[in-house]
């Protein structure tokens, strides 16, 4: 059972964005604080804290999740996609663009969270309804309240 | 956000997990988080160990028992549940899976986790019990079941114990079912919420967010006159809080179970 003694911290092993990474964390850092702090990616952000905002969401083995709900010690062997990996070289993509275009961003700082939300939306449903953009976006909040241009550039991209 | 200091263990069965569970005081299950983590984050409790469920692939499935009992792992996440052609069988769990949160949470939550915490505003706790649902929990000396009407002891209480696991969730076959809810935003939190089935003798409703526990009541018909008599028989004394007041609450409980059986006959015909 010494496999199963707790642990105060461990060392993980995590791909992000197709990088892999080997770190030593505490049991109670949780992951967006491992990607923004010990990884130095912090285009996720931290916005409520609460599982609540969803500015820190990436994609976990494929699956968005809210990144302060998760420790990084339960990462350990995962592989993760942040806003960081969405742009193809130097160029934005259509997604990225299409935000742009559609003035679907004001502040930003929801931006993060809504793509990685929107790109696990479109690779599901590649021609999504706006019902279902709506319900794809449900856990993200925008204060500047744009949420009708984020829905105008979501269904750009997927029309 | 810094958590409090915690010890993490990932044990690889439910054996191992009930062991490490029962090995130290102040150890608790890790599922899917949603709940656990921020209650940490909000220093409402501090684990001394968090017990990592996630390689315990027996607690997973989603199965269809023979006799057409459902079957779901303790680990089975929302999305998970709304996806599986089995648990269709019973489809209101899916439904009611659909309306919580949003897809994040969806994604890592549990059916298990969301029982075991037994937050009184949380969907299935009431849904559970009105569909006749019984509880597998194992512990170092073996497996136990209970049926979910006992399973649920208090406010964030039930009856998995120290050195306890809930593995099992078995669901009756079923079709008749409704739910039915006030929330605070769409797919938000319950203020009031109610649960039906019609496919036993007697309907089963079950009120939740008003006491510490799913309240069952049985009305002896399924129309809506007999439902809120059986909620007003009941003398609920719910909360008040910035959300309702306990009288509102208290009329709440008789609209959304009406509303619940309603959506039940409307489901059995």
């Known amino acids: 059972m010494a496999a199963t003694a707790p642990v105060g911290g461990k060392t993980v092993t995590v791909r992000v964005n197709g990088t892999t990474y080997e770190r030593e964390v505490e049991a109670r850092r949780l992951l967006i604080h491992f990607l923004r702090d010990d990884l130095d990616l912090t285009g996720s952000h931290v916005g409520c804290d609460t599982g609540n905002c969803g500015a820190c969401s990436v994609l976990y083995d494929g699956t968005l999740v809210k990144s302060c709900m998760l420790l990084a010690v339960q990462a350990d062997g995962a592989s993760i996609e942040t806003v960081e990996g969405l742009a193809e070289g130097d160029e934005l993509n259509d997604l990225q663009q299409a935000f742009g275009a559609h003035h679907a961003l004001q502040c930003g700082y929801c931006t993060p969270g809504m793509l990685m939300s929107a790109t696990a939306l479109l690779r599901e449903k590649p021609h999504p309804t706006e019902d279902e953009i709506r319900k794809g976006i449900q856990g993200n909040i925008c204060r500047c309240t744009g949420y009708v241009n984020i829905v105008e550039a979501i269904k750009s991209v997927g029309a | ?269």
């Open chain 2, 1 to 269: 956000m810094l958590l409090p200091e915690v010890g993490y263990a990932r044990p690889s069965t439910v054996d191992e997990a009930v062991h490490v569970l029962a090995s130290h005081d102040g150890a608790r299950p890790l599922a899917g988080g949603q709940t656990i983590l921020n209650v940490m984050k909000s220093r409402a409790a501090a684990p001394d160990v968090l017990v990592d469920l996630q390689d315990l692939d027996e607690l997973r499935g989603i199965e269809l028992a023979a006799d057409g009992t459902l079957v779901l792992g303790a680990m089975a996440t929302y999305s998970e549940v709304i996806a599986s052609a089995e648990a269709r069988a019973r489809p209101i769990l899916g439904e009611v899976c659909a309306q919580i949160a949003d897809v994040q949470v969806r994604n890592r939550g549990t059916v298990g986790g969301n029982i075991c915490s037994n937050d009184p505003t949380n969907h299935l706790p009431p849904l559970l019990v009105a569909l006749g649902t019984t509880m597998t929990i194992a512990s170092s000396a073996g497996e136990r079941t209970v049926p979910a009407e006992e399973f649920f002891v208090g406010v964030y209480a039930t009856a998995a114990g120290p050195g306890e696991l809930l593995t099992k969730i078995s669901i009756p076959a079923g079709k008749g079912d409704g739910f039915a809810a006030v929330t605070i935003g769409k797919d938000g939190t319950c203020i009031v919420s109610a649960a039906a089935s019609l496919d036993g003798d007697a309907p089963r409703v079950v009120v939740g967010c008003v006491h510490g526990v799913p309240v069952l009541v049985r009305p002896d018909g399924a129309d809506e006159e007999a439902v809120r008599r059986a909620v007003r028989g009941a003398n609920l004394e719910p909360p008040s809080d910035v959300h309702a007041s306990a009288d509102y609450r208290r009329h709440l409980a008789e609209v959304v179970a009406a509303r619940a059986v309603q959506r039940a006959r409307t489901r059995r015909s």
